[in-house]
């Protein structure tokens, strides 16, 4: 299971990984999901030289912007918004002066005008933001408009760097496990890692959906509901209706069944 990360987009948050050495034939992939249009997803450079590869949330989209050996920066912008909060797949795939960008099906590269094809990486690589100390000392940086990125708010999931799970170095303003977030799974829901997504269990809560937010319109059977033994020692089972629950006995149940036959 790849590194599960809540971005709370605080100021000054960040999360560090080991060097991604990228410089010729690479991978790495994230699923993500966001409501926001802008924000700082990925960054690393050669510290202050000239290498460096961005991406960013901009109006919405996916923006990757790099360079290498001083090359005027090559730019390429998703078609596909990604602040729907839905969960989309990313991968950004190195290939000596070319760079691709895969947003879910939609595929898209560019090719750097570089003297020099190999491109050379010193940082960390760096999601969701950059530490303070970065921003205060510029010739750190090699893009330096960066540091002005707002940071990212949302989720990463699934975290790959040429298919192993890279080890979360430090971090500020990340909450390590998606599951922490309270606002993952709503009215009691439970939630669990699956695929290395999040998924909420809604069965003993009275609601539906992904995040369990969507009231029941019809009743609910089998793992959405059971038998019960109200105080009364009366046996039943609980019916979810419209986000609301009542109690039916056996026979009433099982008279509705015969004439909706």
């Not at 797949?89 to 002066?97: D, G, H, I, M, Y």
């Not at 690589?125 to 010739?139: D, K, M, Y």
Request: proline residues 3%.
């Amino acid at each position: 299971m790849g590194a599960s990360m809540e971005f709370t987009g605080a100021e000054g948050q960040w999360a560090r990984f080991p060097m991604w050495n990228a410089c010729c034939e690479s991978e790495m992939s994230f699923n993500m999901k966001t409501k926001s249009a802008h924000g700082l997803l990925v960054y690393f450079d050669d510290e202050g030289f000239c290498d460096f590869l961005e991406l960013l949330i901009h109006n919405g989209r996916l923006s990757l912007r790099f360079s290498i050996f001083c090359a005027e920066p090559a730019t390429v912008l998703s078609d596909t918004a990604v602040n729907d909060s839905r969960w989309h797949a990313v991968t950004l795939r190195r290939n000596f002066k070319n760079t691709t960008l895969v947003v879910d099906e939609e595929i898209k590269w560019v090719e750097v005008k570089s003297k020099r094809r190999d491109m050379t990486v010193f940082s960390h690589l760096f999601l969701g933001g950059i530490p303070p100390e970065l921003r205060s000392v510029a010739l750190r940086l090699t893009s330096s408009a960066i540091k002005d990125q707002v940071p990212y708010k949302g989720w990463i999931t699934n975290l790959r760097v040429n298919s192993s799970e890279p080890m979360l170095i430090g971090s500020e303003g990340v909450n390590s496990d998606i599951c922490e977030a309270d606002h993952i799974c709503l009215n009691g829901g439970v939630c669990s890692i699956v695929n290395d997504e999040p998924i909420c269990d809604c069965s003993e809560t009275g609601f539906q959906g992904k995040d369990c937010s969507e009231g029941l319109a019809h009743l609910m059977m089998g793992d959405q509901g059971g038998p019960f033994v109200s105080a009364g020692g009366r046996e039943g089972l609980w019916a979810a209706v419209v986000g609301e629950t009542d109690f039916i006995s056996p026979d009433s149940y099982f008279c509705c069944l015969d004439k909706s036959a």
